[in-house]
């Protein structure tokens, strides 16, 4: 009963991070950027010049940390590009959401004590359903916006 459970809360979570990616970030002007393209554990540098998100052998950098935080969401979940408010301060406010989230989806498939392979697998499966609904978020604003 508890992993129906969890794994009813995990698909909320996703479209948690769907929502919040199309309904808050791809309805403002963006720029993309190009991430590695594949799953990674990204860390925040903090150099001389601002910030620099290191991960899969890329670096990649950003003016300020909210920006890197936020890159560093979608690299971990193994994006290939994402869209990015120029605007910071809409940064600032979907951040915490979208950290809270991918957090709250590793806490539930941690809870399961499944084997550490079978939560990897797991993970992966997960994050592989994020990636397919923020690039259709993706593709429903451009048609959208392509239709006006």
Known sequence: MQVVSANTT????????????????????????????RKCKPQIVDTFLGYELKAAHRRITCPDMRTARYLKVFM????PSICTPYDPTHT???VPELERSLKQIKTLLHDENHPHRIYQS???????????????????????????
């Open 76 to 79: 971990e979940l193994g994006m």
């Open 10 to 37: 995990i698909q909320q979570e996703i479209k948690k991070l769907s929502d919040i990616y199309a309904l808050e970030v791809l309805p403002l002007k963006t720029r993309v950027v190009v991430l590695p393209g």
């Open 92 to 94: 600032t406010l979907v």
């Open 122 to 148: 797991k993970l992966r499966n997960i994050y592989k359903r994020i990636r397919h609904s923020l690039k259709k978020a993706e593709r429903n604003t451009q048609s959208t916006l392509s239709g006006s």
